[in-house]
C-alpha cells in the first residue's frame, strides 16, 4: 500500500516538519545526524507520538488518531526485542496470535517465516540461546509473520558484528523485494543499508527534508556536509560482474559482497584513502588493475589530509607533503590507480 505522510510534530523545543511518499514495494530510507527527527519520524508512523498535526494515510485509511496495534505496521529494531520466556516459534507467533489467529495457525505461520529467514532450526530454542545474527534473523520473521502494510526498520544492523551484518542485509534485500504491496521505511546510519536495501533516500536535518532522491544519485552527489560525511565514500554505480563492476565506461576490479548478485545493479565502493595518485605522464603506475585519468578540480583540508576531488568524481587522500611533491592544483592532469583488494562491490536497488 501507497503511504503519504505529512507530519508536524515537538517535542520540548525541537520541531519536526515533514513530508513523504513511498509507494507499495519500495523502501525509503532515513537518514540525518542525531537530533535530526528521525525517531520523531519514526513513532509518528507508529503511533508511538502523537503529532499536533499529521495526515498518515497508508493505502486508503488514515493512521493518525489510530493506537498502535490497529495499524497493520511492523517494526523491527536494533535490539531483537524477543521475549526471553517464549521460545523462537513462539516469538514469532505472537503477532499473528495477538490479531486473533488460534495459536495452531500462528505456529504454522511462525515456521514458514522462520523458513523463509533461514532460522527453522532455531524453533524451539530460546533468545538466550541464540547468537545476535539468529536472534535478529527470527526478529525478521517476528516483524513479518502479521503481515503489516507498512514495515518500519530502525538501524536494524546496526548492533551486528561485521560477519553477521551482510548476511541480515542480504537476508533483508530477499524479503522486502518479494513484495509489493508493502512499503518500508528504512531508518540507518550506514550508506551501505541504503544501497542495499532503499529504492529512494530522504535526509533530514533539524527536523527538515534537506535532500531526497534515488538512492544512488543522493549518496554519489551528495548536496549537504552531512549526506557528504556519511557516504565518505568513493561510490561508482554499474552492474556486478565476476570481476568486479561493469559501466559504461569501464570495468572496475574489486571483491564482490556476499550478497552481491552477478548482472543485478551495484555499486563499487572504495574509500579516498584507497586512491593513489600519479602525474598523468607517467603511464600505467604499478600493479594496480584500476587506471582512471582524470583532471583535479578541488583541493581541501580533510582532518590530517587533503581530499583532492577530481572531474572522475572520485577523491583522494594523501598527505600535504604529497600534494607539494606532486604539485598538484585544480586543473592538474592525473591518473587514479585504485588496487582491486580495496574495492568491494555491493548491491544496490535498481532506480
Aim: aromatic letters at 2%; a neutral charge.
Amino acid at each position: 500500500m501507497m503511504l503519504r505522510a505529512e507530519i508536524a510534530l515537538t517535542r520540548g523545543t525541537f520541531d519536526l516538519a515533514v513530508e513523504f511518499e513511498v509507494p507499495a514495494g519500495t523502501v525509503l530510507a532515513i537518514l540525518g545526524p542525531n537530533g535530526s527527527g528521525k525517531s520523531s519520524l519514526l513513532g509518528s508512523l507508529s503511533g508511538l507520538f502523537r503529532p499536533q498535526r499529521a495526515t498518515i494515510r497508508l493505502g486508503d485509511r488514515d493512521l493518525h488518531g489510530l493506537p498502535p496495534h490497529d495499524r497493520s505496521v511492523g517494526l523491527l529494531s536494533q535490539d531483537p526485542l524477543l521475549f526471553p520466556h517464549l521460545s523462537v516459534v513462539d516469538n514469532v507467533a505472537f503477532s499473528p496470535r495477538s490479531k486473533g489467529a488460534s495459536r495452531g495457525k500462528s505456529r504454522r505461520i511462525a515456521r514458514r517465516w522462520l523458513t523463509e529467514v533461514d532460522a527453522a532450526e532455531f524453533a524451539d530454542r530460546k533468545p538466550r540461546q541464540l547468537s545476535g545474527g539468529q536472534a535478529q534473523r527470527v526478529a525478521v520473521a517476528r516483524a513479518l509473520a502479521g503481515e503489516p502494510d507498512l514495515l518500519l526498520l530502525d538501524e536494524p544492523l546496526a548492533a551486528l558484528d561485521v560477519d553477521s551484518a551482510p548476511a541480515i542485509r542480504g537476508l533483508l534485500r530477499r524479503v522486502l523485494s518479494n513484495n509489493d504491496n508493502r512499503a518500508t521505511v528504512l531508518v540507518t546510519h550506514d550508506p551501505l543499508d541504503a544501497l542495499a536495501l532503499a529504492d529512494r533516500v530522504l535526509v533530514l536535518a533539524e527536523g527538515r527534508a534537506v535532500e531526497r532522491g534515488p538512492t544512488r544519485e543522493v549518496l554519489a552527489a551528495p548536496r549537504t556536509a552531512f549526506t557528504a560525511r556519511i557516504a565518505g565514500l568513493n561510490l561508482i554505480p554499474g552492474i556486478a560482474v565476476a570481476e568486479g563492476l561493469q559501466t559504461e565506461e569501464r570495468l572496475v576490479a574489486g571483491l564482490l559482497a556476499d550478497d552481491t548478485a552477478l548482472g543485478e545493479p551495484a555499486v563499487a565502493v572504495f574509500a579516498p584513502s584507497a586512491v593513489a595518485v600519479y602525474p598523468a605522464e607517467d603511464g600505467h603506475p604499478g600493479s594496480p588493475r584500476n587506471t582512471i585519468a582524470t583532471v583535479v578540480t578541488t583541493i581541501e583540508p580533510h582532518g590530517p589530509v587533503i581530499r583532492l576531488r577530481t572531474e572522475a568524481g572520485l577523491s583522494a587522500d594523501l598527505t600535504p607533503a604529497a600534494v607539494a611533491d606532486l604539485r598538484l592544483e585544480p586543473g592538474t592532469p592525473v591518473r587514479l590507480s585504485i588496487k582491486a583488494t580495496t574495492v568491494t562491490v555491493h548491491p544496490a536497488s535498481g532506480q
